[in-house]
Antibody
Framework: EVQLVESGGGLVKPGGSLRLSCAAS????????MSWFRQAPGKGLEWVGG???????????SYGDLVEGRFAISRDDAKMSLSLQLDDLRAEDTAMYYC????????????????WGQGTMVTVSS | QSALTQPASVSGSPGQSITISCAGS?????????VAWYQQQQPGKAPRLVI????NRPSGISNRLSASKSGNTASLTISGLQPEDESVYYC??????????FGGGTYVTVL
């Protein structure tokens, strides 16, 4: 079964840190471009950042404007996992965080994410 | 980078057709054939991809959904509206800064 499972969310104080993980199974992870997204309660979808291949061995890492240098994305193809390090968290970072991916052989870059996890909730509050 | 612009809501009766617009700029929709549309049936539930690369439907998506792009604006049309189509729909596009931006979402109501 093709699956993405996020973990690591929780309650954290302003200024604190969290590390989110996304475990992939059921597909060839290394052939997929991956991104993190978030959705604040009652709000729309936002792209946090992601990795797309620019060669057979190198990924281009990009972030949305909301990150402001506070978040870092990494992937480990051998472990089939994607991570999101969240630092200097603020109340406005409270959201459900999703990881998602698309096959590099299936869609143009950022042309459509067809595999999504169920999300992990991050709450930033004192 | 500014978000894409979608109407907040669109409604229609069962069997009718509706169209959702998604307005961008030359730096996003106008530069790439990478518009995607997502359906989110409930808040807190993961979105589902319904259109990729402007006009392509993933396997399992109803052919009542169709999409296109003209200039800096993309559109999603749902024909033969059914109760299960009632959801929030988001558009997205790759940008010239190698980022991804979304529209604010359109709530589709089936009257």
């Amino acid at each position: 079964e093709v699956q993405l499972v996020e973990s690591g969310g929780g309650l954290v104080k302003p200024g604190g840190s969290l590390r989110l993980s996304c475990a992939a199974s059921g597909f060839r992870f290394s052939d997929y471009s991956m991104s993190w997204f978030r959705q604040a309660p009652g709000k729309g979808l936002e792209w946090v950042g992601g990795l797309t291949p620019i060669s057979s061995t190198t990924n281009a890492l990009s972030y949305g404007d909301l990150v402001e240098g506070r978040f870092a994305i990494s992937r480990d193809d051998a472990k089939m996992s994607l991570s999101l390090q969240l630092d200097d968290l603020r109340a406005e970072d409270t959201a459900m965080y999703y990881c998602a991916g698309y096959s590099n052989n299936w869609a143009r870059p950022y042309g459509g994410f067809h595999i999504w996890g169920q999300g992990t909730m991050v709450t930033v509050s004192s | 980078q500014s978000a894409l612009t979608q109407p907040a809501s669109v409604s229609g009766s069962p069997g009718q057709s509706i169209t959702i617009s998604c307005a961008g700029s030359a730096n996003d929709i106008g530069s790439f054939n990478t518009v995607a549309w997502y359906q989110q049936q409930q808040p807190g539930k993961a979105p589902r991809l319904v259109i990729f690369d402007v006009s392509n439907r993933p396997s399992g998506i109803s052919n009542r959904l169709s999409a296109s792009k003209s200039g800096n604006t993309a559109s999603l049309t749902i024909s033969g509206l059914q109760p299960e189509d009632e959801s929030v729909y988001y558009c997205s596009s790759h940008t010239t800064r190698n980022t991804l931006i979304f529209g604010g979402g359109t709530y589709v109501t089936v009257l």
